[in-house]
């Protein structure tokens, strides 16, 4: 496949990534102040028809973090590990992982991923996971933060998602290897493997992973009442 230059600093790079930059490479298209992976997450669903562009929160006005983490009902549900777990009472665990990741993805906006404790380093990921396959599955969540799939296996571990675990690990050993850190080499690896995106070959898992057993939400909260004191909101 050949390389297309970068339209600032004229290093070349994938023809995937020059279309969803506008025609920069990832280093000048983040710039300074980079964007987290989750805004880039969004850009690449606009484009996929997944998401409506004035559905991201980055096109969205500034909120403060009590605004940004509304309960679908509008209301907030707790800014701190001990008020979201009161809400189990009352909410479905998978409504207080969406407002959990709101603020964790706050927190990596501001003070970045290293930031992030053991514990919420895994629910992050999980929880990205989760929105990834459910939006379109493995090849989604591998083409939107494949780069971060390095990760995923010791999280799901810590969350005791066994079944899940499994899945995860069939469809890293479909791709061949541990996706790539590095978000420009993964694409390459992405493309080479589905034959520049014309195929998927994690169907049958994604079909697996909807008809999971397994209670996700669930595991997750659990995880997080267990380990409510390393988290920092």
């Not at 707790?78 to 964790?104: A, C, F, M, P, V």
């Not at 169907?203 to 988290?231: A, C, P, R, S, T």
Request: net charge negative.
């Amino acid at each position: 496949m050949e390389k297309v230059p970068c339209k600032m600093c004229g290093k070349k790079v994938l023809p995937a990534t020059i279309q969803k930059t506008g025609g920069l490479c990832m280093p000048c298209y983040k710039g300074p102040n980079p964007k987290s992976f989750w805004d880039r997450a969004e850009d690449i669903a606009v484009r996929m028809g997944v998401m409506k562009a004035n559905d991201q929160v980055g096109q969205q006005p500034i909120r403060n973090q009590n605004e940004s983490c509304q309960g679908l009902a509008g209301q907030t549900l707790g800014n701190s590990i001990e008020e979201i777990l009161e809400y189990r009472k009352t909410e479905d665990d998978y409504i207080l992982i969406g407002h959990l990741s709101g603020l964790l993805m706050d927190k990596e906006n501001t003070q970045g991923f290293d930031s992030f404790s053991k514990a919420e380093e895994s629910v992050y990921l999980v929880g990205d996971m989760i929105r990834q396959l459910d939006s379109g599955g493995f090849g989604t969540y591998f083409y939107n933060t494949g780069h971060l799939a390095s990760m995923i296996l010791e999280s799901l571990d810590a969350i005791d998602a066994e079944e899940c675990r499994e899945l995860v690990s069939a469809a890293i050993s479909i791709y061949g290897k541990v996706p790539s850190n590095d978000y420009d080499r993964m694409l390459e690896e992405l493309g080479n493997i589905t034959d520049n995106f014309e195929n998927d070959p994690w169907e049958e898992l994604d079909k697996k992973y909807y008809e999971l057993d397994e209670n996700l939400g669930k595991k997750i909260m659990d995880y997080v009442h267990i380990n409510q004191g390393h988290f920092s909101l």
